[in-house]
């Protein structure tokens, strides 16, 4: 047994401190890396404590209640995000629909941009609409468009910045006081920058959700979500609903994230480095039309993004290939694709490897022509989220397709 189990920590740590040692106090064994818990129940001393700990949920009972693993990581991320709690879920949808539970009712409604994540529309618009729950989905930048959609039965704001596969960006402070004066509270969606870039509740956003499948874990292993935030939402009305629900992170997934936190920013700093490199090179291909890329400074947001992200821009990038005809892009944007030998075609994000995706026939597939083009996601375009491989061998393997490209 240890007899120095750790002590507490100091008040005033830094963010990169408390990326690698907020958690609960380790076992009486005195590991030094974070237990991971894979226990369902825990053994009571007696019936009255038994009791007493069922009816504070900030005990250990049933892991689908909490988990020490589970809890560390709730920790860990709302000493990052600078919130008083947060809550993890299996994954980043179910944190949404956790968020969605606890905030709505019949009759309310919601305001959210028309570019966040395509299952985030579903869920909103389809999902809830089901229970009489009304969404308007607006502009990304236009804040009049917000301001316009403010009904009296308005109680959520929804935003995620930047989005995917523009990097459009939206102002946060802006919405969140918009939010407010309508007496609704604003959600932010910070999968793509994470607490190391961006974080939302600084800038008054109520609650800050998470797909931690992405760049948290890091290395493209296990799905996971969460929602952060003060613990009159978190632990009074999101807790709760969850330990009836049951949209539960598995510890041993949590015990990954909970690892992938301590070299986040190390990681998001270097494939923010990495992306802008590329997304210059790109800027200068004759192949291509036009670059997304928020620390670009032809992006249209790129002072607010540097504002808000510190001064990064993470590490997803798109690109507009040239052609004449919708016909020609696609076939284009497919030779590019198809031409890559290291880069992974996938339609994920948020990995140390690179990955590829054409947007208009995966993650916006289910779009009619006519919407995609109005989202500005032609047959030309391309993403790309930028890993760790060195950054001449992304380069080398993007020109592989774009300089033979009028042979193809
Ligand atoms: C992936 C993603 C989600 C959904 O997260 P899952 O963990 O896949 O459920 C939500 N928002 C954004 C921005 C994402 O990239």
Redesign the pocket.
């Known amino acids: 047994m240890s007899d120095a189990p750790r002590r507490p920590l100091p008040e005033g740590l830094r963010r990169e401190t408390l990326a690698v040692r907020t958690a609960l106090a380790p076992s009486q064994h005195g590991e030094n890396s974070e237990a991971l818990f894979l226990t369902t129940a825990y053994v009571q001393s007696d019936a009255e404590t038994s009791a007493r700990k069922f009816s504070n949920s900030e005990d250990f009972t049933y892991s689908r209640t909490s988990n020490p693993t589970v809890r560390s990581l709730e920790a860990r991320l709302a000493a990052l995000e600078g919130t008083e709690a947060a809550i993890a879920t299996s994954?980043?949808?179910?944190?949404?629909l956790l968020l969605a539970m606890g905030m709505l009712k019949a009759g309310d409604h919601v305001v959210c941009s028309r570019s966040?994540?395509g299952?985030?529309i579903n869920l909103f618009a389809k999902e809830f609409g089901k229970f009489g729950v009304e969404t308007s989905f607006v502009s990304q930048t236009d804040l009049a468009e917000w301001q316009a959609a403010v009904r009296p039965s308005t109680k959520l704001f929804f935003a995620?910045t930047p989005?995917?596969p523009l990097t459009e960006v939206c102002d946060i402070r802006a919405l969140a006081d918009m939010a407010h004066a309508a007496g609704a509270i604003l959600a932010v969606?910070n999968?793509?920058s994470t607490p190391a870039l961006q974080r939302p509740a600084e800038m008054g956003a109520d609650i800050v959700?998470h797909?931690?499948?992405?760049y948290m874990d890091g290395q493209g292993r296990v799905?996971?979500?969460a929602l952060c935030g003060p613990n009159k939402l978190i632990r009074d009305v999101f807790g709760p609903i969850l330990r009836t629900v049951g949209m539960t992170l598995a510890p041993f997934n949590a015990w990954v994230v909970l690892k992938g936190l301590e070299t986040l920013a190390l990681r998001m700093k270097a494939q923010s480095e990495q992306a802008l490199a590329v997304a210059r090179w790109l800027e200068a291909q004759p192949q291509v039309a036009r670059v997304y890329y928020p620390s670009l400074p032809s992006h249209p947001q790129h002072e607010l993004a540097m504002r808000q992200q510190s001064g990064q821009g993470g590490a997803v990038l798109s690109f507009d290939l040239k052609a004449d005809t919708p016909d020609a892009a696609r076939a284009a944007a497919f030779h590019v694709i198809d031409s890559t030998r290291v880069i992974s075609i996938a339609t994920?994000?948020?990995d140390t490897k690179s990955i590829i995706t054409h947007p208009a026939t995966t993650s916006h597939g289910r779009l009619t022509e006519a919407q995609r083009l109005s989202a500005g996601i032609g047959q030309g375009l391309i993403r790309l989220a930028v890993g760790l491989e060195h950054v001449d061998d992304i380069c080398d393997d993007l020109a592989r397709g774009l300089s033979t490209l009028n042979h193809a």
């Open positions: 994954t980043g949808m179910s944190a949404i966040v994540f299952s985030t995620e989005t995917n969606d999968t793509y959700m797909s931690a499948t992405k799905m996971a979500g994920n994000l948020g």
